[in-house]
């Protein structure tokens, strides 16, 4: 769609609004970079914890680095040996790779009840994408972020409006030219009726 709208009519969109459909990361990553377009979506973020440990935003990734650190001040590596293979801590599809602690600063560690109570150390998942990721849930904070959310809430009512009001949950006509005309007709009832609305009746005069 995005390469039609720019062949077609030269348009190059600056943001893109949706629902979290939109916000898988390879999605996010697309987005912004290659085509540097912002993504006002939600994310699809499954790494806050409801247990009441320690959730991944509370480590701070360290890009210069690459590692994290936890809120105790240590360190989480992708290789925590010399010996290590390349391919350790890559998930098999390649798009996920994971950060470990120290058993030694884990056991060390007064906040060990709140970060991993059931593990030996602490470990992080962190995807190929996250920086686009981290781009996103930017976006998300902005003023800009919030007028789309208003947006595309407008868009969704008359969508639900031709769909459980004026029944076009399906089309009845057969063949391109017939839902053409079927989603011609349909928003044009729409406009109409909000026409309708807009227009004041005058008020009648009853005979005397």
């Known amino acids: 769609m995005i390469d039609r709208t720019a062949e077609q009519f030269d348009i190059k969109p600056a943001r893109l609004v949706g629902d979290a459909g939109y916000g898988s990361a390879e999605m996010v990553a697309w987005l912004v970079d290659e085509r540097g377009i ?6 699809m973020d499954k790494s806050e914890r409801t247990d009441g440990t320690f959730s991944r935003s509370d480590f701070v990734f360290d890009p210069e680095r690459d590692l ?3 809120p105790g001040g240590k360190e989480l590596r992708k290789y925590r040996r010399a010996f290590t293979k390349p391919r350790d801590g890559v998930s098999k599809d390649g798009t996920m790779i994971t950060f470990r602690a120290s058993r030694l600063d884990c056991d060390a560690c007064a906040l060990k009840p709140r970060c991993c109570p059931n593990d030996v150390a602490r470990k992080i998942a962190r995807s190929i994408y996250e920086a686009a990721r981290d781009k996103a849930r930017a976006i998300a904070k902005t003023e800009a972020y919030a007028v789309s959310r208003r947006e595309r809430k407008k868009l969704e009512m008359l969508f639900a409006h031709l769909k459980r009001i004026l029944g076009l949950g399906k089309l009845r006509l057969r ?7 079927e989603f011609l007709l349909a928003p044009t009832a729409q406009n109409l ?6 227009i004041p009746f005058e008020t009648p005069i009853f005979a005397t």
């Open 38 to 43: 912002e993504p006002h979506v939600k994310l």
């Open 175 to 181: 063949g391109p030219s017939g839902a053409k005309d």
């Open 193 to 198: 009726r909000k026409l309708a609305k807009l």
């Open 68 to 70: 994290y650190e936890c």
